[in-house]
């Protein structure tokens, strides 16, 4: 089955960085698409960003256009989302996904089929 592990969260001050981490596996990694979600608190889960399975193609969301990177490692089954200057309003905890089908790169929650487990990351202003 498909398993999704993140790490790197934490807390940091507000201008700081992080990189997020997420291997996969129990897919033929390089055949999907990949996307980073957050849930704050009281709030429903969103949209960060998004990398198309081989060439590339990135999607961010307006909030963090400009601060945040996604990338690919394909020969490490990994994605990762490069994380700077950090907000109070990125507070929130960070979730990698897969999404249901083969070479097709959505942006909403409801078009992603496995999820993993999350990491906080607390930004302090």
């Known amino acids: 089955q498909v398993q999704l592990v993140e790490s790197g969260g934490g807390l940091v001050q507000a201008g700081d960085s992080l990189r997020l981490s997420c291997v996969a596996s129990?897919?033929?990694?390089?055949?999907?698409?990949m996307g980073w979600f957050r849930q704050a608190p009281g709030k429903e889960r969103e949209f960060v960003a998004a990398?198309?399975?081989?060439?590339?193609?990135?999607y961010y969301a307006d909030s963090v256009k400009g601060r945040f990177i996604i990338s690919r490692d394909n020969a490490k089954n990994t994605v990762y989302l490069q994380m700077n200057s950090l907000k109070s309003d990125d507070t929130a905890v960070y979730y990698c996904a897969v999404p249901g089908f083969t070479r097709y790169l959505p942006i909403r929650p409801t078009d992603y089929k496995n999820w993993g487990q999350g990491t906080q990351v607390t930004v302090s202003s």
């Open positions: 129990g897919l033929t990694f390089d055949n999907y698409a």
């Open positions: 990398i198309g399975w081989t060439l590339g193609s990135t």
